[in-house]
């Protein structure tokens, strides 16, 4: 099941949601059964992540909550940050905009009391402030978040990095700045044809390890019935 959830990660990268999905709707229901809650938890905040990607918004936010109520009530301060960035997250894609900001104050404080907090965490953080006041018309201060959130060095933030790279081009566009946007836009053009690159090995590889999934349930529907066969064959003799 834990394999399975990671799995469902995997075929979330190459945007295969109903199997990515199915994946971890059965990881879920097996940690419920088990009364996992750690890893019941992280399967919700799965599908949450699967589900905003599908555009299935609503249905990602009940997931996210869910998750966020389980990290509240095992004491999981860390896990209980992480989800309330993933609330962030969905609100802004629903347009919540106060909502979402709220729940990325409350993240940026729950986290900054724990040790888990790193730059990665940070890094994602200021790029779902950077999407925020983006879509409030402060590109400004847009760019600012962007600027911390995908500055070289360090780790990188939880993020669709070449989006960012469109997103901080267009707030540079709109505080007049078009040199800076137009560089913007070529790194985002150059990592979006990188990305293009990957996807496809990976749809090869995702294909090749469904053909040879397809051959082994081939041999075994034609074993099984070679053995029907051989079972009439031996009653036949018998009678």
């Known amino acids: 099941m834990v394999a399975g959830g990671r799995l469902s990660m995997a075929q979330l990268s190459v945007r295969d949601y109903p199997q990515a999905l199915a994946l971890v ?3 879920i229901t097996y940690f419920r059964e088990q009364n996992a809650q750690i890893r019941l938890a992280t399967a919700l905040d799965r599908r949450a992540a699967i589900l905003k990607a599908a555009g299935r918004l609503d249905e990602a936010l009940l997931a996210a909550t ?10 999981d301060r860390v896990g209980t940050g992480l989800s309330q960035l993933r609330m962030c997250n969905v609100e802004i894609e629903r347009n919540a ?5 709220r729940w990325c104050d409350r993240a940026e404080v729950t986290l900054s009391q724990t040790s888990g907090m790193d730059d990665n965490d940070y890094r994602t953080l200021a790029a779902l402030r950077g999407r925020l006041l983006l879509a ?3 590109s400004k201060e847009a760019v600012g978040q962007f600027d911390r959130a995908i500055a070289p060095g360090g780790a990188q933030p ?8 469109e997103l901080r ?10 040199p800076a946007a ?3 836009q070529g790194e985002y053009l150059r990592r979006m044809r990188e990305q293009g690159t990957l996807d496809r090995i990976r749809e090869v590889a995702q294909l090749r390890v469904q053909f040879e999934n397809d051959q082994e349930k081939q041999k075994i529907a034609l074993l099984e019935k070679d053995n029907k066969l051989a079972e009439e064959r031996l009653k036949s003799q018998q009678r």
């Open 169 to 178: 081009s267009r707030a540079h566009a709109a505080v007049g700045d078009y």
């Open 25 to 27: 709707d059965e990881s």
């Open 66 to 75: 869910e998750a966020l109520r389980i990290h509240e009530r095992i004491g």
């Open 182 to 184: 137009f560089n913007d």
């Open 158 to 165: 939880a993020d669709d990095i070449a989006e960012l790279y």
């Open 97 to 101: 905009l106060a909502e979402a900001a």
């Open 136 to 138: 409030l018309g402060k």
